[in-house]
C-alpha cells in the first residue's frame, strides 16, 4: 500500500496532520522498520518447540517519501512483513479497541501496555456464562513482557496495581468487571473478569449514558465553582 503521511495522520490523529505531526510519523514508521522479531512456538502438549511456530523477521519495509521519488512516485511505499500478512489472511490477530488504546497518555505506559497484554490472554467464560475471567501470574516474566525494571517484586507489584486502576478508568468493559493484582498461595497474580462482548453490547448503551451524566454533572460542578 503507498498511503500519504496525510493520509495516516488524518487517520491517526481524527484531525488534518500538523509539522509535528508529520514527524511523529516517519518517526515512528522508521523505528518500526528497524524492529527485529525472533519468536519461537512452543507445543502446548509437550513443551517442545514447534517447527512450524517461528518467526524472524521484521515487522515492515518502509520507503520514506525523498526515496520514493527517487523511484517515480511521491507517496512512502509501507508493506507489512510476510508473516504478518499471513497471521492477518488467517484471521488469527487479536483485535483491540484503537480508541481505547489512544486514551492512555504519555504517562501510563505500563497500563497500556498490560492492557493489551491481557487483550491477547485466552479469557474463559464464568459464573453464567455471561462474563470471562483470566489471571496472570506476577514475577520476571510478566515483568520482563511488559518491560519493567525494578529492583523488588513489590515495586513491580505496586506499580502493576497503579495500572491496573488506570485500566479501570480508562476502558469501561473493565470498569463493569475488575481488574487488580490479588495474592493467591503464596504468589500473586493480575487477576481480571469483564463481561463478555455479546453481554457488553447489551450493557454498553447504558454504561455510556451514565459516564456522559458523571462527566456532565462534574462539569457542571467545576463551572459553579468558578462562579
Known amino acids: ?84 500478512r499471513g497471521v492477518l489472511d488467517r484471521g488469527a490477530p487479536v483485535r483491540l479497541d484503537w480508541r481505547t488504546l489512544r486514551s492512555f497518555d504519555h504517562n501510563q505506559q505500563l497500563a497500556a501496555r498490560l492492557w493489551v497484554y491481557l487483550g491477547a490472554e485466552g479469557w474463559k467464560r464464568c459464573g453464567d456464562g455471561r462474563r470471562e475471567g483470566c489471571w496472570v501470574a506476577c514475577g520476571d516474566r510478566l515483568e520482563a513482557a511488559l518491560g519493567m525494571e525494578y529492583a523488588q517484586h513489590r515495586q513491580a507489584r505496586a506499580a502493576l496495581k497503579r495500572a491496573c486502576e488506570v485500566i479501570r478508568r480508562t476502558d469501561a468493559r473493565y470498569a463493569a468487571g475488575s481488574l487488580a ?37 462534574l462539569l457542571g460542578q467545576r463551572a459553579n465553582g468558578r462562579t
Open 181 to 217: 493484582v490479588v495474592k493467591f498461595g503464596r504468589s500473586w497474580r493480575v487477576q481480571g473478569e469483564r463481561p463478555t462482548w455479546e453481554e457488553w453490547r447489551e450493557l454498553r448503551p447504558e454504561h455510556e449514558q451514565a459516564r456522559k451524566a458523571i462527566s456532565a454533572a
Open 1 to 84: 500500500m503507498r498511503p500519504t503521511l496525510y493520509e495516516i495522520g488524518s487517520d491517526l490523529y481524527d484531525v488534518p496532520p500538523s509539522g509535528k505531526h508529520y514527524r511523529d510519523l516517519n518517526a515512528a514508521l522508521s523505528r518500526l522498520a528497524t524492529v527485529s522479531l525472533t519468536v519461537r512456538g512452543i507445543d502446548g502438549e509437550t513443551g517442545e518447540p514447534h517447527p512450524d511456530a517461528f518467526i524472524q523477521g521484521g515487522l515492515l519495509d518502509w520507503t520514506s517519501k525523498a526515496a520514493s521519488m527517487h523511484a517515480g512516485t511521491d507517496r512512502p511505499g509501507i508493506q507489512l512483513a510476510g508473516w504478518l
